[in-house]
């Protein structure tokens, strides 16, 4: 897998951030927050997918401070099955562990998006470790 570009998704239940990416440069740019919930989502995901034409999928994936998973962890990681499946495009699940607290600390006027472009970030310094795949 050698994707360069990607759109990262920070899912919330009624929010889900965006950011999409380019392994190049390694940063990513915040795009606006999607405000929908469950399957209406979908539509505004294939739009972003439409215009972006991203190579892969990212996907911030909760977890408690000790690294267990909870409720959203599940939700976060069925978003991301749902994506492939849909899309047909590798998804990389990140551990998104405190990214709307950092967001929020870096004054993020939108936590959501910013949260976004903060696992993106995470994703792309990770593609020169060894053993990263889509899941």
């Given amino acids: 897998m050698d994707a360069q570009t990607f759109l990262a998704f920070d899912m919330g239940l009624k929010r889900t951030g965006v950011a999409y990416g380019t392994r190049m440069l390694g940063t990513a740019r915040p795009l606006p927050t999607i405000h929908a919930e469950g399957n209406a989502r979908f539509a505004s995901v294939e739009k972003y997918l439409a215009e972006w034409q991203p190579d892969a999928i990212v996907v ?76």
């Fill in 60 to 135: 911030g994936v909760p977890y408690h401070p000790d690294g267990a998973p909870h409720e959203n962890t599940a939700r976060a990681q069925r978003f991301a099955r749902q994506l492939r499946g849909r899309f047909g495009l590798p998804v990389f699940e990140v551990d998104e562990r405190y990214s709307t607290t950092e967001a929020l600390a870096q004054g993020a006027s939108d936590a959501d998006a910013a949260s976004a472009c903060i696992i993106l970030e995470q994703h792309l310094r990770s593609l020169d470790t060894p053993g990263t795949a889509p899941s």
